[in-house]
Each structure stands twice: as structure tokens, then as C-alpha cells.
């Protein structure tokens, strides 16, 4: 009899133990905005030689958190991508040492949905993002001093068609996330975090006698946010 009471009790303040915890939470919707400095490249198949090319990534944030410990994330953000091509050092006809260069910058649109998981007390959360992100190459630009190693325009040779080849697919696809910290303050939160992202799709074509099998984009992200809670 004395154990039956005591497992009643027990249960019974198990159950109001978790009844006080679920109405003690409340769901927030935070606003604001990011500032970030990332570094991409793109894939080639087959391979091109680059190095990375520092870009900067700012945009709006949104951010509703619906239960303890999980939450929603939406992003809109300009984001600059693109790739830094590695040459090898050579001469010209007088002899002179001659270093060439060729940068793709690509500025995009693209909205991120992320999963949002963190842990942690009222003032000091650790967290994590996940999910997919897309976008919209709404320009693009080069920088370059190889005139004299470009190809004429019919030539479809890898090594070398990236250097003249427009961005033939600019609707970009894949997925992002990675590890953060949040400071919760009285005049909003700051967030702090590093990102990587994988795209799942092309800038060019990638058909049967195209001159790249693959070239997607790879960035990895450094960014500050402020939320402010509503």
C-alpha cells in the first residue's frame, strides 16, 4: 500500500513538474538582421585550380522559436560568391615574369530555411542551423589580366571555357548549417556563428559534351546577427 502511494505521488509530481515546465515556455519571434565575410570557390569536374575568394554576405533574419530547445530560421541575403582561379607563374616574350589573374564574382539572392537547435540558460546559448538553402544570381563580374591565355569563344575546352562562360544556371540550390553561440541581452540578442555551405547544383551546364561535368559553389561563412525579440 505504502509503495502504491509513493509511485502514485511520484507520477503525480512528475506530471505537474512537467505541466510548470510547458507553460513556464514561451514561444518567441525575433527580428533583425546579419553582417558576415565568407570565403567560396567552385568544384570543377575536371578540375580547375583556384584559390578562395573572399565575399561578403548580408540580409534579414527571422527567426521563431516554437518549443524548448528547437525553433525556425528564415533568411533573405545578398551573398557574394565565385572563385579566385590559381595560375602558375609565367614569362612573356621579353621574358618578364608575368602573374596572371582571373576572379568570377557572383552576387546573389538567396534565402536560407534552417532548422534551429540550441541549448543553454537565459543569457548564454550554444546552438546549431541546418537546412536548404536557394538563391539567384542576379549579377556577376570578372576580374582579369589573361587576355592572352583566353580561347576563342567556340572553344569548349575545361582548363579554359570557365574564364569566358557566362553563369548559364542561375538558380542555385543546397544545403547549409553549422555551429553558433547567442548572447541574450535586454537590447536584443547577439549571435555569433560559422557556416558552411554545399550546392547541389551547377553554374554551367553539365551536359554530355559541355565542357564541365560539375562546378558548384562552396562557401564557408563567418556572421554576426542581432535579433530583436517582438
Known amino acids: 500500500m505504502v509503495n502504491r502511494t509513493f509511485i502514485i505521488l511520484t507520477l503525480l509530481w512528475a506530471f505537474i513538474l512537467t505541466a510548470n515546465s510547458q507553460n513556464t515556455f514561451k514561444k518567441e519571434l525575433s527580428v533583425g538582421g546579419s553582417f558576415g565575410m565568407g570565403v567560396s570557390s567552385v568544384s570543377f569536374t575536371p578540375r580547375v585550380q583556384t584559390n578562395q575568394l573572399l565575399g561578403v554576405h548580408l540580409g534579414f533574419t527571422g527567426r521563431w522559436i516554437t518549443e524548448k530547445n528547437l525553433g525556425l530560421i528564415l533568411e533573405l541575403n545578398f551573398a557574394q560568391e565565385g572563385w579566385d582561379e590559381k595560375f602558375d607563374m609565367q614569362t612573356n616574350e621579353a621574358g618578364e615574369l608575368v602573374d596572371h589573374q582571373y576572379t568570377r564574382r557572383i552576387n546573389y539572392i538567396d534565402i536560407p530555411f534552417l532548422t534551429h537547435i540550441y541549448f543553454g540558460g537565459k543569457r548564454l546559448r550554444f546552438f546549431i542551423n541546418l537546412g536548404p538553402k536557394i538563391g539567384y544570381a542576379i549579377s556577376e563580374n570578372t576580374t582579369e589580366n589573361v587576355g592572352d591565355l583566353m580561347p576563342p569563344p567556340n572553344n569548349s575546352e575545361a582548363n579554359t571555357a570557365q574564364r569566358y562562360i557566362k553563369v548559364q544556371h542561375k538558380f542555385a540550390w543546397g544545403i547549409c548549417g553549422g555551429p553558433g553561440i547567442e548572447l541574450r541581452t535586454g537590447i536584443g540578442n547577439f549571435l ?11 553554374i554551367f ?10 562546378s558548384s559553389s562552396q562557401v564557408i561563412l563567418g556572421k554576426l546577427t542581432y535579433l530583436l525579440p517582438l
Open 192 to 202: 555569433l556563428e560559422g557556416r558552411y555551405y554545399y550546392g547541389l547544383g551547377d
Open 205 to 214: 551546364n553539365s551536359r554530355k559534351g559541355d565542357a564541365f561535368s560539375k
